[in-house]
């Protein structure tokens, strides 16, 4: 059995290096695994994917440093968890991984940051604040857009330190914001190198941490500040945006996207007393469908971010669910033509189809031809029901 080849504690000791060195959403897309769903290795109270951690070390001790592919071998308490726990490590079912307890440093933190708020509600917040308040409080340190309290954050589980709040003026992401959460996109400014890159790394710590962090917008009037409390609930390197949700306690983990969990197409429709379709979850949705898909429209290929959206293939005003399965990413451009009618997907072909007697491909900017260039599909039954539809008009 390959992964009994095994047993140089320091190559694991090495492949964790690497982990932190690269993030997770990297280091297991750079080297082939999926993210672990039962069983993780933890060391000095970190979580990591224990499968991807035993094939990465395979190969710093045995392959030149090439890892053992993950379909080479199985995970699992008889191979990978029996291994790693012969070479000193601990290893956990993921029902304890789910809420590890916090170190007292942590432990702290979380509870200034509580306290932090309630200051907050207590002078009249969280809307209409003024931004020396922020200060004052410690929420916003100002003139950036990712506020990290150096001082105060620097060591807890970060060289960098801890995110503590976000500034989202709308600027250029206005409809990414909403009463639920928002999708923060990495910072890219002409700062000095690396600072960008320490304060994404330094957000993904809150969100490890599962420390709130506090998005700050502008307010009414234009001079004051509202403040939302939020948790960092995930991050795409290739679309380069945090997931942000808005709630008074941390959220609980959400469900699988990776294509295992079963497939929900419909969900119940919920109308405002305007007669429009609500739509909570907006942002986690349009994360889970960037993360499926990437951060290119599947028609055409454009990539700029501000013009990227996340199209329901069953709609929302038709019930469909927000499983990203039930989902593309669409420039804006492709979106409305698709809720127009203008072209549609044949399930089993995946061809892209125009209207018969409406614009063709050329007139509609579409250069893709088909679907089958993704690295993940929509889900079938989300197919069907559109094409169906579609062919109904």
Known sequence: MPLAELTDRDAVLRAIEEFDRLERDRFLSTYGFKPARTYFLRHDGRDYDSKAIAGVAHGIQLRGGQPLPASAFSGGEATVARKLRSLGFEVIRRSEQAAPQPSGRVAQE???????????????????LAPRLLREVGIYGGAQGVWVDTDRTRGIAAAGGITVSLLHTGRHYADELSADGVLYHYPRTGRPPGRDRSEVQATRAAGRLRLPVFVVTPGVPASSRNVQKGWIEGWDDDAEVFLVTFAEDVPAEPPSDDG????????????????????????????????????????????????LQA????????????????????????????????WAIEPS????????GGPDAVQLRLTRGSLRHLPNRPHEDALRYAWSSWEGN
């Open 110 to 128: 979380r509870a200034r940051r509580e306290a932090m708020w309630t200051s907050l509600l207590t002078a009249g917040g969280p809307g209409g």
């Open 260 to 307: 295992a969990s079963p497939f929900v197409l419909e969900t119940g429709i919920t109308r405002s007393s305007r007669s429009v379709v609500d739509r909570p979850n907006q942002q986690r949705f349009k994360f889970a469908v960037l993360k499926l898909y990437g951060p290119a429209c599947a028609v055409c290929d454009l990539a700029i971010k501000e013009l």
């Open 311 to 342: 199209a329901h293939l069953r709609r929302k005003a038709e019930g469909g669910s927000d499983d990203p399965r039930n989902g593309l990413v669409l420039c804006a451009l492709h979106h409305l033509a698709y809720d127009r009618g203008l």
């Open 349 to 356: 072909s995946l061809a892209v189809r125009n209207q018969p």
